[in-house]
């Protein structure tokens, strides 16, 4: 996956990645068309469609607009335009690209955050073929893969401090990246503090 540059967006999307096979749109009933979800089939993508979101709170404990989120699943990695042609045609907003299937189907009905309104999964609508589970060991190779940026991006800039990689990467804009470090914080911590332990051994052994 390439870097562009891009606006940040949070949850489980990434704001600095190209390209990707799973995209996220956000339907409003006020302005979708009455046959939006002919419009997804028409597509031939397989996507998952959450319930209707109508009791979402902002920050403030204000109501949000009811809405639906709109998972769609390429069968390889697309950039931002053809999404958004699919989207123009349900007078959506600009889609989202996002980092993790499995994740982003969870949040369809808020599945990992109990603070917020819990729809029922079972009311998750598939269209085109949509299987689950079946994209899930995709996402495993994907986190790996990025990992491996992590790890590359320790060693070209010579991280010897976890928090100095957090840093880096937030005011990179590396959204995907910094979300991924927290989630790996063990494994990121002892591979940063192993090369600053060397460091430290081969200054000692020519002092």
Request: aromatic share 8%.
């Amino acid at each position: 996956m390439q870097l562009c540059a891009s606006q940040n967006l949070g949850g489980l999307i990434m704001s600095k990645i190209a390209k990707s096979r799973y995209w996220s749109i956000v339907v409003y009933p006020e302005s979708a068309p009455p046959d939006w979800r002919d419009k997804l089939r028409q597509t031939m993508l397989p996507c998952a469609i959450s319930p209707l979101h109508d009791r979402d709170l902002d920050g403030t404990g204000a109501a949000k607009k009811p809405h639906w989120h709109v998972l769609l699943v390429w069968g390889n990695t697309v950039a931002h335009g053809p999404v958004k042609a699919i989207a123009e045609t349900l007078n959506a907003p600009s889609p989202e690209l996002v980092r993790s299937c499995k994740g982003m189907y969870r949040y369809l009905t808020h599945q990992d955050d109990p603070d917020k309104h819990q729809y029922d999964p079972a009311t998750v609508e598939h269209l085109g073929g949509f299987a689950p589970a079946a994209y899930w060991e995709a996402d495993r190779e994907d986190i790996e893969r990025d990992l491996d940026r992590i790890e590359d991006y320790v060693l070209e800039h010579d991280v010897l401090e976890y928090a100095d990689l957090m840093e880096r990467l937030a005011s990179e804009g590396l959204t995907d990246l910094r979300r991924l470090a927290r989630r790996n914080t063990i494994h990121l911590s002892t591979y940063i503090s192993s090369r600053r332990h060397r460091r430290q051994t081969e200054g000692d052994n020519h002092a």
